[in-house]
């Protein structure tokens, strides 16, 4: 996996400009099944890659933290939001709560997440590949194929599948 990791964005680069030319056909024209088959291969895609062998997401890029994420992940420190965003947070351009450091605070040196059970949204949700209307998000997605090797083989999987609709 580490292998994998290394040469993605390299692998994702090399795919950059096939990548958009599909998703913004696909933005024209999304299929009506397209929830379904993204369910499909999301959940094809997850039964093999085990994210415990690799947590480049929690390393690299790290999740936007919303004001419920910041009141329930200080509530389970027993600490007031305001001293969680002081130690943990800092504003991005965005005006967005990100991590203050990468990689992330919470993430274990055997992969585990230490806050697993009220981890941000974001990262029960990353790489958002099984959700509703998938092409509303082909500019993230983009993004993700580099950092993401599920997301990467997810992507590949759904142009050839889709390739002849
Ligand atoms: S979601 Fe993607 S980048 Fe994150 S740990 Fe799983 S496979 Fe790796
Ligand atoms: S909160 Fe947990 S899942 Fe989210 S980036 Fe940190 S270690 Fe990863």
Do not use: W
């Not at 964005?9 to 024209?29: T, V, W």
């Not at 480049?56 to 329930?72: H, S, V």
């Not at 200080?74 to 600490?79: T, W």
């Not at 991590?99 to 274990?108: I, K, T, Y």
């Amino acid at each position: 996996m580490d292998k994998l990791i290394q040469q993605l964005p390299r692998m994702a680069q090399e795919k950059s400009k096939e990548n958009k030319k599909f998703f913004a056909k696909l933005r024209k024209r999304p299929p009506k099944d397209l929830d379904y088959v993204m369910r499909d291969l999301h959940e094809a895609e997850f039964r093999q890659t085990n994210c415990l062998d690799c947590a480049n997401c929690c390393k690299t890029t790290g999740p936007l933290f919303t004001n419920n994420d910041i009141e329930r992940i200080a509530k389970h420190f027993r600490m007031k939001p305001q001293k969680f965003i002081d130690q943990y947070l800092r504003m991005d351009e965005d005006n967005d709560y990100v991590l203050q450091e990468l990689p992330c605070a919470f993430l274990g040196a055997d992969n585990y997440c230490s806050i697993y059970d009220v981890r941000p949204k974001a990262c029960s949700e990353f790489p958002h590949t099984d959700r509703k209307k998938f092409h509303q998000i082909s500019q993230l997605t983009l993004k993700n194929v580099a950092i993401c090797p599920a997301a990467y083989n997810i992507v590949e999987e759904m142009k050839k599948l889709l390739a002849n609709r």
